[in-house]
């Protein structure tokens, strides 16, 4: 079992920069994949960024070298440094978590963190 809760969005202009945080409470946290998703209004949700257990980074085609994660095991957290933001990159963010492998199907999700940029 895993618990997570994201913090650190805002609002924002076009431009600036965000960063998120992820705290995960439970076991083997190095063990699972993780991963920042992200829902804006009226849209399904879409895969942002994750990270394997071996730490391979595997971004979506629209983070474009913006947004950073970054996995820390010794404190099961899990950061996305978001940089030059845009409006179309608002949203709901969240953080998820699975097991072993990075797919699509996530079993640990967050209650979200919402991000807001204006132009």
């Known amino acids: 079992q895993l618990q997570l809760v994201e913090s650190g969005g805002g609002s924002v202009r076009a431009g600036e920069s965000l960063k998120l945080s992820c705290v995960a409470s439970g076991n083997l946290f190095n063990g699972y994949c993780l991963a920042w998703f992200r829902q804006a209004p009226g849209k399904e949700r879409e895969a942002v960024v994750r990270?394997?257990?071996?730490?391979?980074?595997l971004s979506a085609d629209f983070v474009k070298g913006r947004f950073t994660p970054d996995r820390d095991n010794k404190e099961s957290r899990f950061y996305l440094q978001m940089n030059s933001l845009q409006p179309e990159d608002t949203g709901m963010y969240f953080c998820a978590a699975e097991w072993a492998w990075c797919n699509n199907n996530f079993t640990y999700w967050g209650q979200g963190t919402q991000v807001t940029v204006s132009s």
């Open positions: 990270v394997t257990v071996d730490e391979r980074v």
